[in-house]
Nanobody, 122 residues
Framework: VQLQASGGGLVQPGGSLRLSCAAS????????IGWFRQAPGKEREGVAC??????????KGPAKGRFTISSFSDNAKNTVYLQMNSLKPEDTAVYYC??????????????WGQGTQVTVSS
């Protein structure tokens, strides 16, 4: 099982970023993929989660109305995206993708990627 998060970086407030999670080594149909984040000194929190098996999508508080999660499968290549718009300084965190579910709480996820840093600053 491998999960590779990418796409983070430095962006100004109000800007956008698209994170990608390349998932391999398992069948996406049987699991949900979630995006989570952890800011310094804070607990890891759910951002958005998607289940390919039934199309369920969950958005947690910070993501509602600004972020969009989507998935794409092409043969053996599975990618889950997190489009983040209208970014705010409080969105600054390390963003992780993970496999698990069916909900969108960190303790439901067992395999985690390495994280990608998102910094929102002027």
């Amino acid at each position: 099982v491998q999960l590779q998060a990418s796409g983070g970086g430095l962006v100004q407030p109000g800007g956008s970023l698209r994170l990608s999670c390349a998932a391999s080594g398992f069948t996406l149909d049987y699991y949900a993929i979630g995006w989570f984040r952890q800011a310094p000194g804070k607990e890891r929190e759910g951002v958005a989660c998607i289940s390919s098996s039934d199309g369920s999508i969950f958005y947690k508080g910070p993501a509602k109305g600004r972020f969009t999660i989507s998935s794409f499968s092409d043969n053996a290549k599975n990618t889950v995206y997190l489009q983040m718009n209208s970014l705010k300084p409080e969105d600054t965190a390390v963003y992780y993708c993970a496999r698990g579910g069916p909900g969108c709480s960190p303790d439901e996820y067992d395999y985690w990627g390495q994280g990608t840093q998102v910094t929102v600053s002027s």
